[in-house]
């Protein structure tokens, strides 16, 4: 399995993670529907959809808070770069 956003950026709110006790465990860790897509467990690699800036509602994601929009986050444009033509935005 390829790098998920939390193994990337280290957030801490993944399963058992360090701030996951205070901040809950991140909707893109739980979050089932997108698993496989773009080759990542769960959410993971599909998080600006389920906690970022290209999801409906706010976004939840704790990395990096004054990036508005996900598509200029590091980790997207890594994964969009990984997954070349496969990409799924
Ligand atoms: S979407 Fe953000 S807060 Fe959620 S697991 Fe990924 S990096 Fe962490």
New binding site residues.
């Given amino acids: 399995m390829k790098r998920n956003?939390?193994e990337f950026?280290h957030?801490g709110?993944?399963l058992g993670g360090e701030k996951s006790k205070n901040l809950g465990v991140?909707d893109?860790?739980t979050f089932t529907a997108f698993n496989g897509t773009n080759c990542g467990f769960n959410s993971?690699r599909y998080?600006w959809s389920v906690?970022?800036s290209l999801k409906d509602g706010p976004k939840?994601?704790?990395?990096n808070p004054p990036l508005e929009d996900c598509t200029q986050c590091d980790f997207y444009l890594f994964v969009k770069r990984e997954e070349n033509v496969d990409f799924i935005n």
């Fill in positions: 956003c939390w950026n957030c709110r993944e991140c893109s860790v993971g998080c906690s970022g939840t994601c704790v990395h």
